[in-house]
């Protein structure tokens, strides 16, 4: 009997140990940390939005195509979705939002009628490449694949604008996820599209599909009148904002560039060469800059144009730990938040002094806030609400190394003096006004910087 009972524990051990053999070699769940190039409804997804990913194992062919996934606020997720246990595969990622149960979009059908709003005609498309299975999530980078048109009206009518539409242009796209981006649908007719209503008779907004065209723009106004006006050969691109201005006079309409372009790249001038008024000069404002090797959203803020993200690049020679660290939410938190840089390596070791720009490991053309820019930027009431990342900071010295407190953030500036670097610090905390400090240079901030 004693045998019989030792020889059940055993079994009974061995099947556990058998157990948590199996969950320890279990494979990850597939999670994606999502950042937004731009949407139409703002700079963030919300929760309960669903992206539809493919994941291509390299040299294998798929091994997810479709998969529906929900985000929870911070990443997309998916239930009993688990990577492959292959570890030397690598793979690509696509993925696409809004979430279609019919599959992959290999075309996509803006609205024609927008005057309840653009949400419909949201297109965005990620790709990450060279993808292993791993515990941590996945960041991938969504980009509009469509164009959104801004129209700013100038009403010197006697009569209100009842309606605004876009003619001349195709209303489906070919949507082509590899890279991604999408384009007008070959052979599908021109479509008059009615745009959405911000503010009446002042500013006007419709999503596109990107194409070469001829736009015809009409207005119609509540005393019975339609003045109309064409903009020949028209270059809509992918993922691009055109601002266009219309003045509405009792006979006719006007058509010039105007306004100031934000959250979209800036697509340029849509001078309609034929009696508008525009001078055909465009100052960029807001768009992307791209710099070794990643992408990054600007805006600008009082006449300054500056990176509406915090810097994530690794600089050449740097190690991660030494003048460079991962941010609060560690390595899956890098493409939101960024990376923390000390001063040294900030600034590429560059000499500062009065009056002179420090580009340091900023693009060419650009550099770090000096102290009276982040002065500027702390008392600026045309910043963002959503301006500032917190990636924390990094604290080094006799304390020991650690990240500092969670409810704030620091943004370097360029000034040096007695081992303490400017800094624009910013809290978490209701009604907390941002304030030029000064801070060690051997803290690790985030870094934000802003065009010569």
């Known amino acids: 009997m004693k045998s019989l009972v030792l020889t059940a524990w055993a079994a009974f051990a061995a099947l556990l140990l058998t157990g948590c053999a199996e969950k320890a070699g279990r494979a990850a769940s597939v999670r994606i940390v999502p950042s937004i190039q731009t949407r139409v409804t703002g700079l963030y997804f919300d929760t309960g939005d669903r992206i539809g990913l493919t994941v291509e194992m390299d040299g294998s ?45 290999e075309e996509f059908r803006i609205a024609t009628d927008q005057t309840s709003g653009c949400t419909s005609s949201d297109l965005l498309g990620a790709v990450k490449r060279g993808v292993t299975p791993a515990s941590a999530p996945v960041g991938m980078v969504f980009y509009h694949l469509l164009t959104q048109l801004s129209i700013r009206v100038n009403n010197l009518s006697d009569a209100a604008v009842t309606d605004i539409t876009i003619g001349g242009l195709v209303a489906t796209a070919a949507v082509d996820l590899s890279v991604p981006t999408a384009s007008a649908l070959e052979g599908a ?24 065209g001829t736009l015809t723009v009409t207005v119609r106004t509540d005393d019975g009148k339609s003045r109309s006006r064409t903009i020949s050969s028209t270059l809509l691109e992918s993922g691009k904002r055109y601002d266009l201005s219309v003045e509405v006079t009792n006979i006719d309409i006007s058509l010039s560039l105007s306004g100031e372009i934000s959250d979209w790249e800036d697509g340029g001038s849509l001078d309609d060469g034929n009696g508008g008024s525009g001078s055909g000069d465009v100052t960029v404002t807001d768009g992307t800059i791209s710099h070794a090797g990643e992408t990054y959203r600007t805006v600008a803020i009082d006449g300054r144009l500056w990176m509406a993200e915090n810097l994530r690049c690794m600089p050449e020679g740097a190690a991660l730990g030494s003048g460079v660290w991962n941010p609060a939410g560690g390595a899956s938190a890098v493409s939101t938040q960024g990376m923390l840089y000390d001063y040294a390596t900030a600034t590429a070791g560059e000499s500062w002094s009065e009056g002179v720009q420090v580009q340091g490991i900023c693009p060419p053309g650009w550099h770090l806030p000096d102290e009276a820019e982040l002065t500027a930027l702390a008392a600026s009431a045309a910043r963002p609400d959503d301006f500032f990342v917190c990636g924390v900071f990094w604290i080094y010295g006799i304390a020991g190394d650690r990240l500092g407190s969670t409810s704030k953030g620091y943004v370097m500036g360029s000034t040096l003096q007695d081992g303490k670097c400017s800094c624009l610090m910013f809290t978490s905390l209701d009604n907390d006004v941002p304030q030029v400090t000064s801070i060690s240079a051997e803290y690790g901030l985030t870094v934000r910087c802003v065009q010569d």
């Not at 007719?189 to 194409?211: G, K, N, S």
């Open 189 to 212: 007719a021109a479509e008059e599209i009615t745009v959405f209503t911000v503010t009446p008779d002042e500013e006007y907004r419709v999503i596109l599909v990107p194409q070469q």
């Open 61 to 105: 062919g798929p091994y997810v195509e479709n998969r529906m996934m929900t985000y929870n606020g911070s990443t997309f997720t998916s239930p009993g979705f688990l990577w492959y246990n292959d570890l030397n595969v690598t793979s690509t990622l696509t993925a696409y939002y809004p979430y279609a149960e019919s599959g992959v979009p």
